[in-house]
């Protein structure tokens, strides 16, 4: 008995963001069932413990990454990183979800068998393998590698003398009061690490390849503020994450439609903060189309007020080499420094590494097609969770776990066991991701799924368009075929 693997209704992998919410549905819809998470690491919470940075702190609002079902109540709407991990703890421990969490378990492969009906997931503890079987599975393990971030191969970095620092593995004793500190890169969390540092007293200097788009916003949004005080919790958030979705669906499809307006609008924005005359050709002018990558946000402007106060200086070039006492650039420039933070992106990492298999034969998922962008055509009773890319990650998250639960009630109403997409041979295969070209897309796109030319294998990045699909849209149809048990 002591060998028999212990088998649940529903097997979800990673307490993050989107494990916790996921096991809040589910439970919150069917207070019997059986589920488990398995979490690597030993602790919840995912992105919000792993990254431990100065500053480290959301990209949107809290009133849309917040969960629909539990209100986020902080007084900030861009929140630290730990205002959110402790929003998480609470969301888990509050709805005993804590309990049902296996920490330590790394998820390394998944087997579906059609004969059983069922999943059987093998997890490493402590370098021995663990079994689990599991009716469904549900993996919420993100989109990167957690145990390395992405550092490309700069020449030299041998011979510099000071430390060099990737902000995935941040270290808690570093002094940077003092300090001339070089960041490599120009994304969210090189516009979030560049005022931090220089508030502890770093010189900070952002050496960029190529600019990103940057824009100020509110810390605390004056709007939901003002309804609290005439309105119960939940109805002030719900009010103002209807309000943050408009706003910010507007602002991306303004920017796909009249692109050259929107940099316009946004440059003009960027032209009031910073000092007269600043270089915003070189430093604050992107070569792709707003939304490509990600939009940065500034809290309350602070990445242009340490501009401004000249604690934090741009420079746009590309690296020769690494010095002794710092880097070499192409433009024949040297950037003196006593420390290097390699803000250069992560790797991405499908379903948390683990390998798929159907009845013994290897899946290769990049041979496969998304199905309303959360299941695999040809993968039975497999549900995953890849958040928006224009708006918070939260947003998919709890459309994914709402069409789940939909989903089983009707299999359990109708006593179905297993379910599969399957597309119609006449959809077209497409990249999974279109418009969208930041680093980690284009390092790893051959390993993401397909998406199709149609509904229901066509992927919407709208929040709006998918609340009907997924929350109020039919059940059935034609690319989801259902069995009973064998």
Avoid at 322 to 351: K, N, Q, Y
Wanted: include cysteine; glycine fraction near 8%; aromatic fraction near 10%.
């Amino acid at each position: 008995m002591a060998n028999t693997p212990e088998h649940v209704e529903v097997l979800i992998i990673g307490a993050g963001l989107s494990g916790i919410g996921a096991a809040h549905h589910l439970q919150t819809a069917f207070p019997g069932l059986s589920y488990a998470i398995l979490e690597a690491r030993d602790t919840l919470g995912g992105t919000w413990d792993l990254f431990r940075y100065p500053g480290i702190r959301s990209d949107s609002d809290m009133f849309t990454l917040g969960y629909r079902f539990r209100p986020w109540l902080g007084e900030k709407a861009i929140a630290d990183g730990d205002s959110i991990l402790r929003y998480l703890r609470d969301t888990a421990a509050e709805a005993g979800i804590d309990r049902r969490i296996r920490y330590g378990h790394r998820v390394v492969s998944a087997g579906w068998s059609a004969d059983a009906g069922q999943w059987t997931v093998t997890a490493e503890v402590a370098g021995a393998p663990v079994t689990f079987t599991a009716g469904l599975l549900y993996c919420c393990a993100g989109y990167y590698r957690y145990d390395q971030g992405h550092t490309p191969e700069f020449a030299g970095t041998e011979r510099f003398a000071g430390p060099i620092v990737h902000p995935q593995h941040w270290p808690q004793d570093l002094e940077v009061d003092g300090k001339r500190v070089v960041i490599i890169g120009s994304g969210a969390t090189a516009v979030t690490l560049g005022p931090s540092l220089a508030k502890l007293g770093a010189h900070v200097t952002m050496l960029q390849r190529s600019p990103s788009y940057i824009l100020a916003a509110p810390a605390r949004d004056k709007i939901n503020a003002r309804l609290r005080q005439f309105l119960p919790p939940r109805a002030a958030y719900a009010l103002t994450r209807a309000k943050n979705v408009s706003y910010t669906t507007a602002l991306y499809q303004l920017t796909q439609r009249y692109p050259e307006r929107m940099k316009a609008w946004m440059r003009g924005l960027q032209e009031r903060w910073l000092p007269d005359g600043y270089d915003l050709d070189t430093h604050f002018t992107p070569s792709y189309d707003p939304w490509q990558q990600r939009l940065c946000l500034a809290p309350n402007g602070d990445f242009f007020r340490a501009i401004r106060k000249d604690t934090l200086d741009i420079v746009t070039d590309r690296i020769d080499t690494f010095t002794e006492t710092g880097i070499h650039l192409e433009s024949g420039a040297d950037l003196p420094a006593d420390i290097v933070v390699t803000a250069t992106g992560l790797d991405l990492l499908m379903f948390g590494g683990l390998t798929l298999s159907i009845d013994g034969v290897p899946l290769d998922p990049a041979t496969t097609m998304a199905y309303k962008a959360m299941m695999l055509s040809g993968v039975p009773n497999f549900v995953f969770v890849m958040g928006y890319t224009n708006a918070s990650w939260t947003l998919k998250a709890d459309l994914v776990s709402e069409f789940t639960v939909r989903l089983l009630r009707h299999m359990r109403n109708h006593g179905y066991a297993s379910v599969t997409p399957q597309p119609d041979p006449a959809v077209e295969r497409a990249p999974y991701m279109t418009n969208f070209n930041p680093g980690y897309i284009q390092r790893s796109a051959a390993t993401l799924p397909a998406q199709g030319d149609r509904h229901p294998w066509r992927l919407h990045m709208n929040y709006l368009l998918d609340v009907p699909l997924l929350r109020y849209g039919r059940i059935t149809d034609r690319a989801l075929r259902f069995a009973r048990a064998a």
